[in-house]
């Protein structure tokens, strides 16, 4: 509940900002925008709030004296990272625990990612791609404007991101379905909010049968192994409802009119533009790539643009992955659970992606998979799928070597075995069931 109840203190602050300061001049909502979003953060971690207010003017001094350069950005980057992980290093408990590194890995990012809109502001047009030109800053922003975009009580705490772009249509008023008028979001906010706290309602009847504290127990390794591993899987969806709550109440974005995404293919306004989760994607994809894409879509989003893509230059995709779930592995924290399971996606999507391209092309498998048997099939692939979302979850739940190592040897590494066994069978079953005309054309393309 403490995430939910954190990432509610800004509705006020919106309803506030829609009856008071939407018409108002920017230099005005950037500062209640700064001070609502800096009382905020003095609320709920006190002092601590010298570690984002630092690294927020180091920042822009950073952008100021070193202008658009590759020196900002790596500057920008090695800073807040060095920062963040500095904080993690200093306050690291074996619990998880809220403190001021909770908003400034949040912030940390923002940060960043601010850096290289303003490079690729002063880069040729023809030289970035559409998402690059749609967040690149033709203007040098004001120390004020940084602050605002910084704290704005809307992504502050808890997410999600968005561009300083995206901040500055806000203050302009241009992020609403009524042009000159506050957005008639109240209603999409608030259904926003209900979902959220609905989500909350499970986590908190639920939570408390699934404890992560039970793996650690003899009881949970007196159990039978198939016990073990459905445990797995209903704590693996239970524990996701606690950020899933927090998340799907970005209510405050699309109440203040930052979540609007202007007209839908069918005609009606848009209010997704922050939208963090997709909650029935999330509940009924039977793909992990499918969970992955579903949740945490911003971070996501943030990494793919700034990391995954800009190194381009190593002209290997491979390289480009391996990289980017490092970097949200570090991102997270310095514990060795987090590598252990950000390692476990690689593994999972790559051996996933293979297993679709066997489906596609084998005319037998396709033909299975669009029989009446697909209900069954579904059933199954569901059960494989949360059973080893939460394989991976264990460690990055656990946090220390100590812990889930405990827990992994206790059901035989079952998802390594799982996953390496596929990845070294599903060569041989293409053989088996593909065509030799399909292969062939695979290997050309």
């Known amino acids: 509940g403490h995430h939910f109840a954190v990432s509610t203190k800004g509705y006020p602050c919106a309803l506030l900002y829609r009856q008071f300061f939407f018409h108002q001049p920017p230099t005005v909502i950037h500062l209640y925008h700064a001070i609502s979003g800096l009382s905020l953060a003095a609320f709920n971690f006190g002092t601590q709030l010298y570690h984002s207010a630092l690294c927020v003017l180091v920042q822009f001094l950073m952008m100021r004296l070193m202008g658009r350069t590759i020196t900002t950005v790596l500057s920008s980057f090695i800073f807040q990272m060095a920062y963040l992980l500095s904080g993690y290093y200093y306050t690291a408990t074996e619990e998880y625990d809220i403190k001021w590194t909770m908003p400034q890995c949040v912030l940390a990012l923002k940060l960043i990612g601010l850096s290289f809109d303003y490079y690729d502001g002063g880069q040729e047009p023809s030289k970035l791609n559409e998402e690059q030109k749609r967040s690149a800053l033709a203007n040098v922003p004001s120390l004020l404007e940084v602050i605002g975009f910084s704290y704005f009580y809307g992504g502050f705490l808890v997410g999600p991101q968005f561009t300083l772009r995206s901040y500055q249509r806000l203050v302009k008023g241009e992020l609403t379905d009524c042009p000159g008028q506050p957005p008639n979001s109240v209603i999409p906010a608030m259904k926003r909010f209900s979902l959220g706290l609905l989500c909350l309602v499970i986590y908190a009847i639920f939570s408390p049968h699934y404890p992560d504290s039970y793996y650690l127990t003899d009881e949970y390794d007196a159990q039978p192994f198939w016990y073990r591993c459905v445990f797995i899987l209903l704590w693996a969806k239970v524990i996701l409802y606690k950020y899933v709550s927090c998340w799907v109440i970005e209510g405050v974005c699309i109440l203040s009119g930052l979540g609007y995404n202007g007209l839908g293919q069918n005609g009606e306004h848009q209010w997704d533009a922050c939208a963090n989760m997709k909650v029935w994607t999330f509940e009924t994809t039977p793909l992990f790539t499918g969970t992955i894409a579903s949740f945490n879509i911003n971070t996501n989003a943030w990494v793919a643009r700034h990391v995954f893509k800009r190194l381009k230059f190593l002209g290997n995709k491979l390289l480009s992955q391996v990289t980017a779930l490092a970097f949200l592995a570090i991102w997270h924290g310095t514990h060795s659970g987090y590598l252990l399971c950000f390692s476990m996606e690689f593994i999972i999507v790559n051996v996933e992606r293979q297993a679709q391209a066997l489906v596609r092309d084998s005319p037998l498998l ?15 692939q569901q ?15 656990l946090f220390t070597y100590d812990k889930w190592l405990r827990v992994y040897s206790s059901i035989y590494f079952c998802g390594h075995i799982f996953f390496f066994t596929l ?10 069931l593909v065509p030799r005309k399909e292969r062939s054309e695979k290997k050309e393309d």
């Not at 059960?383 to 739940?397: A, Q, S, T």
């Open 366 to 380: 396709t033909r299975l998979a669009n029989s009446p048997l697909y209900p069954l099939i579904y059933l199954v």
């Open 383 to 397: 059960f494989i799928h949360w059973l080893f979302m939460g394989y991976p979850l264990v460690p990055f739940c």
């Open 423 to 432: 990845y070294l069978v599903i060569p041989y079953l293409r053989k088996v």
